[in-house]
């Protein structure tokens, strides 16, 4: 028996043994890894695309049950940091930025990415090359940041300007018969004007013209750095109506060759040092991903990042969202972890409930009275529920071209009553129990008394918005109503009427929480933790070999089509007063 309990021992300690050498062997790859070698082939190519829409972080993307429809599940601040680290990868020799004409960005996600480029280009002798057949403002902005651009000969820079295109149904609900009651606070809360008038009112008219024009002026300047030339040569390009314009931009030196795609090839081999023919090594972002470690650092002190991003929704848990249920089991973890110094809440979102946000609101609150310092980012997006949920921040960092503000709250019901009975022969009878049992009801006319308590509910949401801000930025809530009624800033604008306190990125935010904790060394913990289905890796390989029947069966055109459709439904399916911008800018 002794000698029984002898062998036992022995195989318990081997395998303990085995299990060490194991785990030490991969702490040694991951060392390795996170000293410069990702295991990819010298010479390799980061090829960059940005045909589908990024998230802000990583993996947190709506999933639809076993659907094929997968995104790329690299969030912004992830390729930031990849693109970062590929200057020190001995395996990256390059980045080259191919595109088909359109990327799947917003404003501030895609100067985010081209000054990660810029920063690439500059501190390093390694290429960064630009090559697409078509470009529009947004490529084109990316693409600026090479050291070259190529463009096909019979390519086009469709390089236009910004400019908002609003579709309004109310012509439309008129002959089908629907009524469309709304009830809204804030004279330039401009989302219900689809479905209450046929053209823009002119409040909304100069909120759109101010936004737009101010991120063009932006956007000129970001290009004129990038290829050191002229707001004038440029904003000359954009006016002359030329769809022929490839030997204009090259005259301007906006282009820096008009070659095909197995032209830009052949120079890459020369430049890498292959035979003629010779195979190029490409990474895509995924796989480079997937083959880095980005380690933010091993101290005990953490800096908390919740990404905000999406619509903000009442009762719905699904990823890819703002939601009471998801961020209250994020909150509650934070609080339980003492080692959590700080919060940055980085915030992508146009907005939405109003419930929820207040709700998220309060969480944050709490979590400022146990000493915890919160620090707001913005990104593409922080308005109206957006805004609302980061206004009681102790900083709140905005990018320059962030649509923010949009303080302001609505209902809408729609009323079938007339489309059901006059175009259907589809009618109602009731019988009530007391006089509003049926006052929700799309088939029900609502009265005055019943229209009068709706837009005092509107009204009262308004108000409590306001009070929300002006604790925030420490204002009272008639200024705070000087800048609000719905109103549409873009972040330079929001700085200078007190509703952010500086311009700046993610980074910067970061930095400022480690200020207020009063820590130096700290690592990164990011919210909400993104729990991958075991299936989603299957269902991304299947895709990438159907990409050609699946997502990119849809033009351009189509997706913007689709996109609106898509915009108007999300705000259409709401019971609740929302607090959420018009509409989503689309390039």
């Known amino acids: 028996m002794r000698q029984f309990f002898k062998f036992i021992l022995a195989s318990c300690l081997g395998s303990l043994l085995a299990i060490l050498v194991i785990v030490g062997l991969f702490a040694l790859v991951g060392t390795i890894m996170s000293a410069g070698n990702t295991g990819l082939s010298k010479g390799s190519v980061l090829l960059l695309e940005f045909d589908q829409p990024i998230p802000e972080r990583s993996g947190n993307v709506p999933t639809q049950g076993f659907s094929l429809e997968t995104m790329p599940s690299t969030g912004l601040h992830d390729i930031v940091r990849l693109i970062k680290k590929a200057r020190t990868d001995n395996s990256i020799s390059g ?33 960064v090359y630009a090559y697409g057949d078509y470009f529009d403002n947004t ?25 908002a295109m609003i579709p309004f149904f109310k012509g439309a609900m008129d002959k089908l018969g629907v009524d469309m009651n ?23 008219k100069q909120q759109t013209r101010e936004y737009l024009s101010d991120n063009f002026e932006l956007y000129l300047e970001e290009v004129a750095e990038s290829r050191q030339i002229s707001k004038v040569q440029i904003r000359s390009l954009i006016n002359e109506l030329d ?74 848990d699904q990823r890819g969202n703002i939601n009471e249920k998801t961020y209250h089991k994020v909150f509650d973890k934070i609080r339980r972890d003492k080692k959590i110094k700080a919060i940055v809440l980085r915030v992508n979102s146009p907005g939405g409930s109003a419930f929820t946000s207040d709700v998220i609101w309060k969480e944050l609150k709490e979590l400022q009275a146990q000493g915890i310092p919160l620090i707001a980012s913005f990104g593409d997006y922080a308005a109206s529920g957006g805004y609302y949920i980061a206004a009681n921040a102790d900083t709140i960092v905005s990018h320059p071209k962030t649509l923010t503000g949009s303080i302001g ?155 609106t459709f898509q915009e108007f439904r999300q705000i259409l399916r709401y019971k609740e007063p929302l607090a959420r911008l018009p509409f989503l800018i689309q390039n």
């Not at 940041?145 to 300007?161: C, Q, R």
């Not at 809204?184 to 009112?201: L, N, W």
């Open 409 to 563: 709250v609505f209902s809408m019901m729609p009323n079938f009553t007339e489309l059901m009975e006059d175009k259907l022969g589809i009618t109602f009878d009731t019988v009530k129990t007391s006089p509003h049992a049926i006052v929700m009801s799309p088939f029900y006319d609502i009265g005055n008394e019943e229209s009068a308590a709706l837009q005092g509910f509107t009204d009262n949401m308004y108000q409590t918005f306001l009070s929300r801000v002006a604790e925030g930025r420490k204002a009272s809530v008639e200024d705070v109503d000087k800048v609000a009624q719905g109103r549409v800033w873009t972040g330079q604008r929001a700085l200078e009427k007190g509703l952010v306190d500086e311009l700046g990125g993610l980074d910067r935010a970061i930095e400022l929480a480690a200020e207020s904790a009063g820590v130096d060394e700290y690592k990164l913990v990011e919210y909400p933790v993104i729990k991958k289905e075991f299936w989603e890796d299957i269902m991304n390989e299947i895709n990438k070999q159907n990409n050609a029947l699946m997502g990119k069966q849809l033009s351009q055109q189509e997706k913007k089509i689709y996109s």
């Open 95 to 127: 980045i080259v930025y191919k595109t088909t004409g359109s990327v799947a960005l917003g404003t501030v996600k895609a100067s985010t990415i081209r000054e990660a480029l810029k920063e690439f280009r500059d501190s390093t002798d390694k290429f």
């Open 243 to 316: 769809f022929d314009n490839t030997q204009d931009a090259l005259e301007k030196d906006l282009v820096d060759g008009l070659w095909h795609w197995y032209e830009v090839e052949d120079h890459l081999r020369k430049k890498l040092g292959l035979k003629e023919g010779g195979r190029i090594t490409y990474v895509d972002i995924e796989e480079y991903a997937s083959n880095t470690s980005l380690r933010s650092g091993i101290s005990k002190n953490k800096i908390a990042v919740i990404y905000a991003e999406g619509e903000v929704v009442y009762n719905n």
């Open 139 to 163: 490529s084109y902005l990316l693409a600026s940041s090479a050291d070259s651009i190529f463009t096909n000969p019979m390519g086009m820079l469709d390089v236009n300007g910004n400019a």
């Open 182 to 204: 709304v009830f809204y606070a804030g004279q330039f809360k401009s989302a219900t004007e689809p479905f209450r008038r046929t053209d823009m009112s002119e409040q909304n």
